[in-house]
């Protein structure tokens, strides 16, 4: 089967096709592609001190380290490496090149957009084992560590030094730094602290020539040309692999207050934004609707937040070390309540309540995941999202009147997740190719907003086909302009984002 017409077709076509090539025409290029992968596994081990735990070619470990958390590709890795130096991963990428073997990272797997999915017999490269935390700058609030490092050990470090990271999102326990930085990671404390970009001071990045190079060197202050680092941010592995991070830390927050405020028109959750974010310096603007309430109240994990029901729910999140910040936050809430806005709400009396009040957002995803969701992770501007969620509502309405569509999102961002259930007695290939019907409508929209047709969890290959909604057609030529100086034999994360 000719490659150029599988990677022209839609993504989840591709996928399928690409799996036929592989069971129905085993082509002389498949034969040479693994006499060069064992050519370089065998390289790695005899020159590079590989231990034999570095590499794995088992049908299991291709399987659960060559997939993220997405469904609609199937992992087909060729091997998966180990690398424990910043060195072994310049080996792998100088070797990927001399043998022309595409390389994927794997970080957490945690990705929603299929970035860490390698589909056609790449190697994959985990930084599993590139995991520690290096040195701390007690007066920059700065600590330099490895790609592997999990998101909640970063947290953990940050508060054994009575310091704050405070990018923040469900997968914390699991997700790695290196992922985090390869899609500009996001979470339920941007309206605050901002995305991952913001906390990266310096990196150490293996290119896709294999030249390793150190960016910015931690400072705060540098005026000597480009800053190369924020490339490399959002870029998915595809210029090539982060191996090292210092990030910057915050000082901890002080007594967090959360409030659940419940609502009967989106409008009253604009209003509520608006009246809060004018006196009060929020940490957290999250939303959802009464579907998620329901699902949640099924499932039996969480506590209903009191006893009206309402269309839409906001939980909100601000530091109140000082009386006059709780007396300002009630005062603002009773006026909410005159006006109208908000029906019913409840605020947390102490540390333990308010994760139980956290508990209402943070378990939506693991609470919907059993009805397959077909998800949508978009963002407008925080002024657009209202006329945005009812010309979404009406498109899959119109398109799908028999679909139970679930809402949540960081309103206080512009980020809004669409979840549409698939019902009971439909198949999931069923199910997946009507949501891509009306896609194109959904992009359409994000487009006609100025928005971003994947807010947080990258391009991948799952939001490639709609690459176009969100930039230029200009604007991704210089993209792939860009990636031929770091990667001029496209080896890294290749079919990710764009095509070459």
């Known amino acids: 089967m000719n490659e150029s017409l599988i990677e022209n077709q839609p993504a989840h076509e591709r996928t399928h096709a690409a799996e036929q090539a592989d069971i129905n025409e085993p082509s002389l290029q498949s034969a040479v592609n693994t006499a060069a992968v064992q ?12 231990e034999e735990s570095q590499i794995k070619t088992d049908s299991e470990s291709l399987e659960h380290w060559g997939k ?7 992992p087909a890795a060729a091997a998966i490496v180990f690398p424990k130096t910043t060195e072994q991963v310049q080996a792998i990428v100088l070797l990927a090149n001399e043998h022309n073997v595409v390389l994927t990272p794997s970080g957490g797997r945690t990705g929603l957009s299929a970035g860490a999915v390698a589909a056609n017999g790449e190697i994959v490269v985990s930084m599993d084992k590139m995991n520690a935390i ?24 940050a508060e054994s030094k009575d310091l704050y990271y405070p990018v923040d999102f469900a997968s914390a326990g699991s997700s790695q730094i290196g992922g985090n930085i390869g899609t500009n990671a996001g979470g339920i404390k941007v309206i605050r602290y901002g995305m991952t970009r913001q ?26 040309g480009y800053d190369l680092r924020h490339l490399f941010i959002g870029s998915e592995g595809t210029l090539g692999f982060v191996t090292q991070a210092q990030i910057k830390l915050d000082r901890l927050p002080q007594d967090l207050n959360v409030m659940v405020l419940g609502m009967d028109s989106f409008n009253d959750v604009m209003n ?25 109240m099924a499932h039996g994990q969480v506590q209903e937040p009191f006893e009206s029901r309402t269309k839409f729910y906001t939980l909100l999140e601000f530091e109140a070390p000082y009386e006059p910040i709780m007396d300002k936050a009630m005062a603002i809430f009773e006026e909410c309540m005159e006006q109208g806005w ?16 956290w508990k209402l957002r943070e378990y939506i995803s693991e609470t919907i995941s059993v009805f397959t969701p077909y998800k949508n992770d978009v963002s407008v501007l925080i002024s657009y999202v209202p006329e945005f969620i009812e010309e979404i509502d009406a498109i899959v309405s119109h ?15 512009g980020n809004l997740h669409l979840n549409i259930l698939k019902p009971e007695n439909m198949s999931k290939d069923d199910f997946f190719r009507e949501c891509q019907i009306v896609n194109k409508y959904v992009f359409e929209t994000v487009q006609k907003y100025g928005g971003s047709v994947s807010a947080e969890h990258g391009v991948g290959m799952t939001k490639k086909p709609y690459l176009q909604y969100s930039r230029s057609a200009l604007e991704i030529d210089y993209l792939r ?16 984002i764009f095509d070459m």
Not at 275 to 280: E, G, S
């Open 272 to 296: 509520v934004l608006s009246a809060f974010q004018a006196k009060i310096d929020l940490t957290a603007f999250e939303f959802f609707d009464e579907v998620a309430i329901d699902k949640l």
């Open 399 to 413: 398109n799908y009147p028999d679909f139970e569509v679930c809402w949540f999102g960081h309103i206080g961002d």
């Open 39 to 50: 050519a370089i596994l065998q390289t790695l081990r005899q020159t590079h001190q590989f």
């Open 481 to 496: 302009e860009v990636k031929k100086v770091f990667d001029p034999n496209n080896i890294m994360n290749r079919g990710k």
């Open 342 to 357: 908000v029906v019913d709400g409840v605020m947390s009396q102490s540390l333990a309540q308010a994760a139980e009040l």
């Open 134 to 157: 290096g040195q701390f700058y007690p007066a920059d609030r700065m600590v330099e560590i490895e790609a592997g490092v999990v998101t909640e050990q970063l947290q953990q470090f």
């Open 199 to 224: 906390w990266i001071m310096g990196l150490t990045v293996v290119t896709g020539k294999g030249d390793i190079l150190q960016l910015n060197r931690g400072m705060v202050k540098n005026a000597t």
């Open 68 to 74: 993220d958390w997405t469904k609609h590709f199937a």
